[in-house]
Every structure is written in structure tokens, then in C-alpha cells.
């Protein structure tokens, strides 16, 4: 039996790098509600429908993989 932590690894190590994918310069804040849309359609199991609404646990779980306003000038530059 997989214990609630090897289950949430799983998750999140197929939810990162379908994040990943696009250029740093296009994950941004604004992408991740299109993230959340194409999750919702295509990858459901993948968004956490545990302890709070869905959407804020996906920002919670991209947080450290989201290029900031700042961050992409400096990538577009």
C-alpha cells in the first residue's frame, strides 16, 4: 500500500514537469490559470482536491517553479 506521501511524490513529480515545459520566460502567474484549465481537462488526478480549493494548492505546489514579473525582464532582456 502507498502511504500519503509516496502518493503525493507521485503527484507532484508528474505535475512539476508538465509545468517545466515551456520556456521560464511563459510560466508565470498569469499562465497558471491556463495550467489549471488544461489540468482540469486533460489531468485531473494531478490537482489536489484535499484541504482548500484546488487552484491555490496548484500556485502553492508551482510556487518555487513560477517566473515573477522581475525574473522574466531580466530572462527577455
Given at each position: 500500500?502507498?502511504?500519503?506521501?509516496y502518493?503525493?511524490?507521485?503527484?507532484?513529480?508528474?505535475?512539476?514537469?508538465?509545468?517545466?515545459?515551456?520556456?521560464?520566460?511563459?510560466r508565470?502567474?498569469?499562465?497558471v490559470?491556463?495550467?489549471?484549465n488544461?489540468?482540469?481537462?486533460?489531468?485531473?488526478?494531478?490537482?489536489?482536491?484535499t484541504n482548500g480549493?484546488?487552484?491555490?494548492?496548484?500556485?502553492?505546489?508551482?510556487?518555487?517553479?513560477?517566473?515573477?514579473?522581475?525574473?522574466?525582464?531580466?530572462?527577455?532582456?
Amino acid at each position: 500500500m502507498m502511504t500519503r506521501e509516496y502518493q503525493e511524490y507521485r503527484r507532484l513529480s508528474e505535475l512539476i514537469p508538465l509545468w517545466l515545459k515551456p520556456p521560464e520566460a511563459m510560466r508565470t502567474e498569469h499562465r497558471v490559470a491556463d495550467f489549471y484549465n488544461w489540468l482540469e481537462r486533460n489531468r485531473p488526478e494531478l490537482l489536489r482536491r484535499t484541504n482548500g480549493d484546488p487552484y491555490q494548492c496548484l500556485v502553492a505546489d508551482l510556487r518555487a517553479h513560477i517566473c515573477t514579473a522581475r525574473l522574466r525582464r531580466t530572462i527577455v532582456q
